[in-house]
């Protein structure tokens, strides 16, 4: 911990805030990571020895994202029919 009262002005050099910026990213990918994989769990449940097939988690992820996708597309489309009839 760093306690940010010792100077009146405190900051971080360029290195370390990048350093900070890559760790961030790095851990927000791996919590969507393992909120995908919990996704998939809760969709298919585990394999019989718990063993868990990442491709299968990567083809539920493309599923999800086409699907997703897709909606979006109605949703604009809807909106635009609504937007129209006015």
Known sequence: DQDL???YDPLICDICLCN???YSEFMKTCL????EIIEYLKKNGTIGNDQL????VLQF???LTQ?????????DESR????AKR
Do not use: A, V
Request: charged share 45%.
């Open 5 to 7: 009262t010792y100077t």
């Open 20 to 22: 900070l910026q890559d």
């Open 32 to 35: 969507d990571t393992e909120q």
């Open 53 to 56: 097939d990442l491709c299968k």
């Open 61 to 63: 992820r493309e599923e």
């Open 67 to 75: 699907s997703n996708n897709e909606d979006d597309s109605k949703d």
């Open 80 to 83: 635009s029919q609504m937007i």
